[in-house]
T-cell receptor, first 114, second 115 residues
Framework: DTGVSQNPRHKITKRGQNVTFRCDPI?????LYWYRQTLGQGPEFLTY????????KSRLLSDRFSAERPKGSFSTLEIQRTEQGDSAMYLC????????????FGPGTRLTVL | KNQVEQSPQSLIILEGKNCTLQ??????????LRWYKQDTGRGPVSLTI?????NTKSNGRYTATLDADTKQSSLHITASQLSDSASYIC??????????????FGGGTRLMVKP
């Protein structure tokens, strides 16, 4: 257990539905990252927050994706009008500020879009 | 473009045997290299981290090496156990002024240890 928690752990939804995932980082970590991982691949960066500010978004983050970190603590990732191609593991990680600080990963949320 | 390539993609070994996983990278400017272990359905967990000046780092039965000149790293697992079955991901961090997308992930090596 790294101290980063994610809920739910698994989500099955029908195409076109909206889904929301939650990430609770390690409490003193001011950076929070979202990644997507498909089977047999390494994680791909989606977006990250420093405190409550969303500082960077990947091209992978289409208009159907939105992430928030309203109070600089937990974060949510919402996917609207889900598509089958959204099926993946969504990983959250947190760290202290600075590229030398290790990112600690949560257990992930496995999304399956039918 | 920053890239991390890992080989082999998958590996099956017998319990008790040793194995070595490879990682080649083209990430600039280089900051550090980590090996992560990812159990099926779980998030990655860090095993070792090495900076430019370090060429070997051990964590129990795991030993990582780094050759910054050839931009290669290896992860050696000694006396493998069934619990070593997992994906091993090589992750290279770029020294790019605190940008969020600072990590480049390899595709991982899927290791299966059989009794």
């Amino acid at each position: 257990d790294t101290g980063v928690s994610q809920n739910p752990r698994h989500k099955i939804t029908k195409r076109g539905q909206n889904v929301t995932f939650r990430c609770d980082p390690i409490s003193e970590h001011n950076r929070l990252y979202w990644y997507r991982q498909t089977l047999g691949q390494g994680p791909e960066f989606l977006t990250y927050f420093q405190n409550e500010a969303q500082l960077e978004k990947s091209r992978l983050l289409s208009d159907r994706f939105s992430a928030e970190r309203p109070k600089g603590s937990f974060s949510t990732l919402e996917i609207q009008r889900t598509e089958q191609g959204d099926s993946a593991m969504y990983l959250c990680a947190s760290s202290l500020v600075g590229f030398r600080h290790e990112q600690f990963f949560g257990p992930g949320t496995r999304l399956t879009v039918l | 473009k920053n890239q991390v390539e890992q080989s082999p993609q998958s590996l099956i070994i017998l319990e008790g045997k040793n194995c070595t996983l490879q990682c080649n990278y083209t990430v600039s400017p280089f900051s550090n290299l980590r090996w992560y272990k990812q159990d099926t359905g779980r998030g990655p967990v860090s095993l070792t981290i090495m900076t430019f000046s370090e060429n070997t780092k051990s964590n129990g039965r795991y030993t990582a090496t780094l050759d910054a000149d050839t931009k290669q790293s290896s992860l050696h697992i000694t006396a493998s156990q069934l619990s070593d079955s997992a994906s091993y991901i090589c992750v290279v961090s770029a020294d790019n002024n605190n940008a969020g997308n600072m990590l480049t992930f390899g595709g991982g090596t899927r290791l299966m240890v059989k009794p």
